[in-house]
């Protein structure tokens, strides 16, 4: 098969959609700005989701549902959460369609079918669950509550990118409910962690915690924790973001809880999410001008078997052997897969694996057969040995987690190398402009400066990193006195 890739030296924004859609993650849709996501990609991030969900249950959370449509006024409640989403919220304003008497076999709008209070979909969850927890929370006993839901949402973009930017798009979004002030903030951390722990361990991509800055934090929340992770190309991504929402939502919601004491306070609260994003940043920190490449841990098929042969005796043959294999494979929990095709030749098959990331392809011919032994190909360095069948198991488990582990390393090094520390504005451009990534430099605290940065560079504080050192100095652009550098760069 012909790949027909861009290369990432290329035109690296082309790339990534050639990648995207010609390894049959996603593709665009009839509906303008959304996305199919194919059974390739779906399952990528059913696996994402698979483990997302089992971390979260072992925290103590469970999941739930809620409606699609919230009323405009339960969205307006809390002020500055309504104010920041205005802009991308699509609003259901009538409910039926009816004949055009006009034009045979066309639909209008019924005028006399619209709705009394105009319904919003959902951009995000915040006022429809806070005002169902207004129902659920009476009493301390009633607390902690940790819920999750995993659902759409709709946000109307203008600008759409498969993956990274959707006018609608799959995530999770978890809401908690607490007694004081320090067990939100310490569950808005741990969700960080969790969230940090399973990009680093499963999608191996290093990420720095850090805080949003006030500019850049959630609409209505206090507090916001976040997980940056840098691509191929400079630019960061945003992987997972925590928010410590104080009482801001109950106050909005009226959601009091009488204490031990019996006295009635406001909870505080939480919410937490990550979306099919992650997707986006797995294509981009880790694939090559051959295709994908996937990390064992999240890949739909960690090995795949392909057979080399001239005659349906020789296929019978290799095929009994590989049985065999399978079923050992699977024993110990690898997922495998046998492309016995009479339909494509294995230079064909080899393409279309490699395109799609199976990050381990064992090959087996006649001459396999008779020396007992297997082509073990590597995914990730696209290199092969020749290994023993006796032995073909265990190099497969040992390789697996090597490649895991490999991965993550080669991505922590390119992020360890393009993190740049800068003292003057000038030196904060050329770095920007020459070699991109991260860039840490002091800043003045101030929405000014961080305004105006912006305006002239497009770069943005992407966190407050948690672990910086307190260290005084200069901004970089007004001069003035600066408690500790942040980071900056170019985003998606």
Request: proline share 3%; glycine share 6%.
């Amino acid at each position: 098969m012909s790949k027909n890739l861009t290369t990432r030296s290329e035109d690296y924004s082309k790339w990534y959609n050639d990648l995207v859609v010609k390894a049959d993650l996603a593709e665009n849709s009839g509906v303008r700005g959304c996305m199919v996501i194919k059974p390739y990609g779906y399952a990528i991030w059913e696996k994402m989701q698979a483990e997302l969900d089992r971390m979260f249950k072992e925290t103590g959370h469970s999941n739930a549902y809620f409606p699609l449509f919230v009323p405009k006024s339960m969205f307006e409640a809390e002020e500055k959460n309504a104010e920041g989403f205005a802009k991308e919220c699509a609003i259901v304003t009538h409910y039926r369609l009816k004949n055009d008497p006009e034009k045979v076999g066309k639909l209008i709008v019924d005028p006399n079918a619209k709705l009394e209070e105009e319904l919003i979909v959902r951009p995000t969850s915040e006022a429809i669950i806070w005002s169902t927890y207004k129902n659920w929370i009476q009493s301390y006993r009633d607390l902690p509550l940790l819920i999750n839901q995993w659902a759409n949402v709709v946000r109307w973009e203008m600008r759409t990118r498969l993956f990274l930017r959707t006018a609608e798009f799959l995530w999770q979004e978890g809401h908690t409910a607490h007694a004081t002030k320090n067990e939100a903030i310490e569950e808005s951390e741990k969700m960080m962690n969790v969230y940090a722990d399973f990009v680093e361990n499963f999608m191996a991509i290093p990420v720095i915690k850090g805080l949003k800055t006030e500019t850049e934090r959630f609409a209505g929340a206090e507090e916001t924790y976040c997980i940056e992770a840098l691509m191929q190309d400079g630019k960061a991504l945003q992987a997972g973001t925590s928010h410590f929402l104080g009482q801001n939502f109950a106050k909005a919601f009226d959601v009091k809880f009488a204490n031990a004491e019996g006295k009635q306070d406001f909870v505080w609260g939480t919410s937490w999410g990550v979306s099919t994003r992650l997707m986006g940043a797995l294509v981009m920190t880790h694939s090559d001008d051959q295709g994908l490449v996937l990390p064992p841990n999240l890949a739909p098929i960690q090995v795949v078997i392909v057979p080399i042969y001239k005659s349906d005796e020789q296929l019978a043959e290799i095929s009994d052997v590989v049985s065999t294999l399978i079923g050992q494979l699977r024993v110990v929990n690898i997922s495998v897969k046998y492309d016995d095709r009479t339909t494509h030749k294995p230079g064909f098959k080899f393409n279309e694996y490699e395109l799609k990331g199976v990050p381990v392809r064992i090959a087996v011919g006649p001459k396999d057969i008779e020396n007992g032994t297997f082509e073990v190909a590597r995914r990730d360095t696209l290199t092969k040995n020749i290994v023993d069948r006796d032995s073909v198991v265990p190099y497969i488990k040992n390789l697996l987690q090597q490649i895991q582990q490999d991965m993550f390393s080669k991505a922590l090094r390119y992020r360890e190398e393009h993190i740049t520390k800068v003292e003057t504005f000038e030196e904060f451009k050329d770095v920007l402009e020459q070699k991109g990534g991260f860039i840490s430099a002091h800043w003045d605290g101030s929405a000014e400066t961080e305004e105006k940065i912006k305006e002239l560079t497009k770069a943005t504080i992407r966190c407050i990193p948690l672990n910086r050192e307190i260290e005084e100095g200069k901004c970089m652009f007004s001069g003035k006195k600066s408690a500790g550098r942040v980071l900056f760069a170019k985003a998606y």
